[in-house]
């Protein structure tokens, strides 16, 4: 396989979201044989992620990728002939966007992913540059018409592996939490914006006549969250994104913030409630709609997710119960896995971007 030279560069702006989609990604073409340079401008978020980077360090090599601190790419000089990441229209340092030119450098606007159908006429078109190196729109996808999403080989085998084990003990082992939860437990991972419905939830989870263990990574669960009735709400310490996968697996219910969880969640094929990134004039609301209408959710759990991001408590309180109730609740699981497999049967987003890397420069 050709070999290129990929720069990476990434602003944090969504929490973790930003730095875990770039670390996955960068991770995913390191895996593929590719050179790899991250540049970040918080590596302090990224070694939450990944707690071996020491984020004072001014260059450190982890998982085949070089992690650089974004103050270092002015004085960087780009690869020659190699690749150049702009991830989220993040703006490369000016003195390194200088320095492309005559480098025979590759440009890419990687973009946030989006299930609009727009992004599909938009995806690979090039971007003219006053400096004269060619630049492309790249966005992830839903469609074959996209990018995909990013889905490393071999992951389906460790989620069946993982989930042939009793789930007690993997939280265990993930958690250290010195007691399990039944086996007729529901159990719910509570991974959100601070500006959730948590009191909605705290009601619809504390009617049910089962067991509930609603997992909160973090340590600190929001004051709106307290046992009641058979609701058990558990702090649980922040687990690493090479462990992430395996939380969602113990799950029955995942709640997830973000493009890099939500895919995850995703892959981990139980049914999930995504609150997406707030955007000025509720510009999100449109990119949430188009990603219903592309996961095909029974109505309870579309009806949901709508209430869970617009912020609404007593619709959370009414719609929970009815989404986890029969047929409701088989019907949301047969079609969130249904959707995994077609997903997991596109293309890879690290793959397809290097194939597309590849074909532009053999066309040059």
């Known amino acids: 396989m050709s070999t290129l030279s990929f720069d990476l560069f990434c602003r944090v702006v969504d929490n973790f979201g930003d730095a875990g989609v770039c670390w996955r990604l960068a991770r995913r073409l390191a895996a593929l044989g590719q050179s790899?340079?991250?540049?970040?401008?918080?590596?302090?978020?990224?070694?939450?992620?990944?707690?071996?980077?020491?984020?004072?360090?001014?260059?450190?090599d982890l998982e085949g990728v070089r992690i650089e601190p974004w103050s270092a790419?002015?004085?960087?000089?780009?690869?020659?002939?190699?690749?150049v990441i702009?991830?989220?229209?993040?703006?490369?340092?000016?003195?390194?966007?200088?320095?492309?030119?005559?480098?025979?450098?590759?440009?890419?606007?990687?973009e946030y992913l989006s299930a609009e159908p727009w992004v599909e006429s938009c995806h690979g078109l090039p971007s003219p540059q006053a400096n004269g190196v060619p630049k492309f729109f790249y966005f992830p996808g839903f469609t074959p018409a996209t990018g995909g999403l990013l889905h490393e080989p071999g992951l389906r085998a460790r989620r069946d592996a993982a989930q042939s084990l009793?789930?007690?003990?993997?939280?265990?082992?993930?958690?250290?939490?010195?007691?399990t939860p039944p086996a007729d437990a529901l159990c719910v991972l509570l991974f959100c914006y601070p500006d959730a419905p948590l009191a909605g939830l705290q009601a619809?989870?504390?009617?049910?006549?089962?067991?509930?263990?609603l997992l909160a990574p973090g340590g600190r669960p929001h004051a709106a969250l307290h046992d009641q009735?058979?609701?058990?709400?558990m702090p649980i310490p922040f687990v690493p994104q090479a462990r992430f996968d395996e939380l969602l697996w113990c799950c029955d219910l995942n709640f997830v913030r973000g493009e890099d969880s939500m895919v995850r969640a995703l892959w981990a094929g139980a049914p999930l409630v995504w609150q997406v990134y707030r955007q000025d004039a509720d510009a999100h609301l449109d990119k949430l709609e188009a990603w219903l209408d592309r996961a095909g959710w029974p109505a309870p759990a579309a009806e949901l997710t709508r209430a869970w991001n617009r912020r609404d408590d007593a619709a959370v309180a009414r719609l929970l119960p009815?989404?986890?109730?029969?047929?409701?609740?088989?019907?949301?699981?047969?079609?969130?896995?249904a959707w995994r497999d077609e997903r997991t049967a596109q293309a890879d987003l690290g793959q397809d971007l290097l194939d597309f890397c590849l074909r532009r420069r053999q066309t040059r």
């Open 36 to 60: 790899v340079r991250l540049w970040i401008d918080r590596p302090d978020v990224l070694a939450r992620l990944l707690p071996a980077l020491d984020a004072r360090a001014c260059g450190q």
């Open 73 to 83: 790419a002015a004085h960087a000089v780009p690869p020659r002939g190699g690749v």
């Open 166 to 179: 009793e789930r007690g003990r993997r939280l265990q082992d993930l958690t250290g939490l010195a007691s």
């Open 86 to 110: 702009e991830a989220f229209a993040c703006a490369l340092p000016p003195a390194y966007e200088a320095a492309m030119a005559g480098r025979d450098c590759l440009w890419i606007n990687l």
């Open 204 to 213: 619809a989870l504390a009617s049910q006549d089962r067991p509930v263990w």
């Open 229 to 233: 009735g058979r609701l058990r709400v």
């Open 322 to 337: 009815v989404a986890l109730r029969e047929p409701a609740w088989s019907a949301w699981g047969a079609r969130t896995r």
